[in-house]
C-alpha cells in the first residue's frame, strides 16, 4: 500500500466543509426557487389542473423572485412580512414581551 500523505501536505488544498453561498442553478436561480416551482407544477398542473394560476405562480417564482431577492437585503422574503404586516410568531427565537430565556 502506498501512503498520499506527503503528496496530500505537498499539493493538496483544504476545502471548507460548509457551503457559504446558496446553490445556483444556471447562475439565476437558487435550488429552493426551482424545488418551489416543481412543487407548484405538481400541485397545480397535476393535481387541480388549473392551468392559469400555475403560470401564475410560476411567473412570480421564477420571475419576479430572483429579481428582488438580488436587490434587497438576504431574507427579504422571510422579515418583510413580520415587519411590515404587524406579524407576531412568539417562541424561543422571538420571545414575547422581551422575556429572557436561559440555554
Known sequence: MYSYESMRKKYGTK???????PIMVFDYFEIVELFAALLILLIFGVVFYSWGIMILLLLLTL??????RRRNKKGIFFHWPYRHLKMSLPGIIN??????YSD
Open 95 to 100: 420571545p414575547k414581551e422581551n422575556k429572557k
Open 15 to 21: 476545502v471548507s466543509q460548509t457551503i457559504d453561498s
Open 63 to 68: 420571475g419576479l423572485g430572483p429579481v428582488v
